[in-house]
């Protein structure tokens, strides 16, 4: 009962598994029998992820806050299993997707203008393998090319820790927040990979 993330003692029975199952298949067949079951899952579930949160027009940086949209009918039918089921591969997948954004994240260059009545100043962070390399104020718009951007995905993964998982985390609390204010920021992730404010924030409903 651990698949469908409820205690054992009100699990319904094999059949209505089975039943709920078949619903759930039936009901994405289009995007489940096309590609292969990891990608299918993951786009399945970013598209439900998306939607549910559209749904309660939630903005949060946090998995764990984002409750998806209750079950009304009883657990112990097909219908509610497989509810259970889209609300188990939204999570994943929102999981996945945040996890990717976070080790994007953690090799990048990070630019963004003050915004007060008293400064405009713009400053500069650039991050490798998840620590600050090196911050300052600048005069441009222009982003420096993040050393690490040459790395394997799987190379930025060993570099992590959960210090640095923390720290990849607050800096997109920081930047959802500068976002949402209007305030000028961009991205780098590698030479011909830059994202401005509206690209930042299309990621950032996902993530």
């Known amino acids: 009962m651990v698949a469908l993330g409820i205690p054992e003692g009100y699990a319904p029975d094999t059949q209505c598994i089975t039943n709920g199952l078949a619903v759930f ?4 067949d289009s995007m489940l ?3 292969s079951i990891e990608r299918a899952l993951t786009e399945l579930g970013q598209k439900l992820w998306l939607q549910r949160k559209a749904e309660r027009e939630i903005e949060s940086d946090e998995s764990d806050e984002f409750m998806l949209k209750s079950v009304a ?4 039918t097909p219908g509610s299993v497989c509810h259970l089921i889209e609300s ?6 929102h999981e996945i997707c945040r996890a990717r954004w976070l080790v994007l994240l953690s090799e990048s260059s990070f630019g963004w203008q003050e915004s007060s009545a008293k400064s405009k100043n713009k400053f500069l962070i650039v991050f490798e393998r998840g620590q600050v390399l090196y911050s300052r104020q600048v005069n441009t718009e222009e982003l420096p090319v993040p050393p690490g951007y040459r790395m394997t995905h799987e190379e930025k993964q060993r570099s992590f820790d959960l ?3 923390d720290r990849m985390r607050v800096v997109t609390t920081e930047i959802r927040k500068m976002v949402s204010n209007d ?3 961009r991205l780098r992730l590698s030479p011909n990979n830059v994202l401005d ?3 930042i924030i299309r990621v ?3 993530v």
Do not use: D, E, F, Y
């Open 25 to 28: 298949l039936q009901r994405h």
């Open 33 to 35: 029998g096309s590609k």
């Open 73 to 76: 009918i009883p657990v112990c």
């Open 88 to 93: 188990n591969v939204a999570r994943g997948a």
């Open 163 to 165: 210090m640095t998982i």
């Open 183 to 185: 305030i000028w920021v």
């Open 197 to 199: 404010n509206n690209a």
């Open 204 to 206: 950032l409903r996902r």
